[in-house]
């Protein structure tokens, strides 16, 4: 079974930023994407942004231009830069590994245990 750790959320004023970071607890085969998810109270759970195996990037209206997406395969880690933060990115944050289940062509879902981020206004 493989874990995601979150880390790098917290507490910061509009206008700032913060670094959020999600690593595998092992070495994982077969990842397809990765990617960075929010949830804020009361409401669904949303695609933030991801990344493909190729490195390919898509975000979500609400955050392009100031949220930027990279990963680091060696390290089976996924990274979240977060600038010019507003009150209603608050949300809980939650990475996520999409991996092929070789050798067949299903895919899991793995989540981290999700990072709160409150940015105030």
């Known amino acids: 079974q493989v874990q995601l750790v979150e880390s790098g959320g917290g507490l910061v004023q509009a206008g700032g930023s913060l670094r959020l970071s999600c690593a595998a607890s092992?070495?994982?085969?077969?990842?397809?994407?990765m990617g960075w998810y929010h949830q804020a109270p009361g409401k669904q759970r949303e695609l933030v942004a991801a990344?493909?195996?190729?490195?390919?990037?898509s975000y979500a209206d609400s955050v392009k231009g100031r949220f930027t997406i990279s990963r680091d395969n060696a390290k089976n880690t996924v990274y979240l830069q977060m600038n010019v933060l507003k009150p209603e990115d608050t949300a809980v944050y939650y990475c996520?590994?999409?991996?092929?289940?070789?050798?067949?062509?299903?895919?899991?879902?793995?989540w981290g245990q999700g990072t709160q981020v409150t940015v105030s206004s």
């Open positions: 996520n590994f999409r991996v092929r289940i070789l050798p067949t062509t299903r895919e899991a879902d793995y």
């Open positions: 990344i493909s195996s190729g490195g390919t990037a």
């Open positions: 092992r070495s994982v085969w077969g990842i397809n994407s």
